[in-house]
Structure formats: structure tokens, C-alpha cells
């Protein structure tokens, strides 16, 4: 399916219309990317101090997706 424009009476686009597939393609990418918050890190850091007296610690996605993808 191509995508599609709606456009108002001046011709400027006002909305889109994609396929389900690239719609859930594009929302996938974006939970991809959403970057968490100090306090979800801090929380997160919290949990893991008390699984495994302190050793583990929270690394962002990119940093671990860096490293496999540079090598």
C-alpha cells in the first residue's frame, strides 16, 4: 500500500495514511529509541543494588547496541 496524504482546502498534508505493517514497524522503532528518565534509572539501579548486593547496574540501550555494532 503506498502512502497516502490528506490534505486540507490550501493543500497542506494534515495527516497520513500508512499500512498497519509500517505503523507497527514505526512504533516498534520508536519504543526502540525512547530513552528512560534519571528517576526510571535510578529506580531501576535501586532494584538491582538489592537482587545482587550492588554489583549490577542499568546501561542504556545504545551503549550496549554500540558495542556489538562496532565490533
Known amino acids: 500500500m503506498a502512502t497516502q496524504f490528506i490534505t486540507n482546502d490550501k493543500g497542506e498534508k494534515t495527516s497520513v495514511i500508512i499500512s498497519?505493517?509500517?505503523?507497527?514497524?514505526?512504533?516498534?522503532?520508536?519504543?526502540l529509541?525512547?530513552?528512560?528518565?534519571?528517576?526510571?534509572?535510578?529506580?531501576?539501579?535501586?532494584?538491582?543494588?538489592?537482587?545482587?548486593?550492588?554489583?549490577?547496574?542499568?546501561?542504556?540501550?545504545d551503549q550496549i547496541k554500540n558495542r556489538f555494532l562496532n565490533k
Open 20 to 31: 498497519i505493517t509500517e505503523y507497527e514497524d514505526l512504533l516498534h522503532q520508536h519504543h
Open 33 to 61: 529509541n525512547l530513552e528512560l528518565t534519571d528517576e526510571y534509572k535510578k529506580m531501576m539501579d535501586n532494584m538491582l543494588e538489592q537482587e545482587d548486593n550492588g554489583k549490577a547496574k542499568y546501561v542504556p540501550f
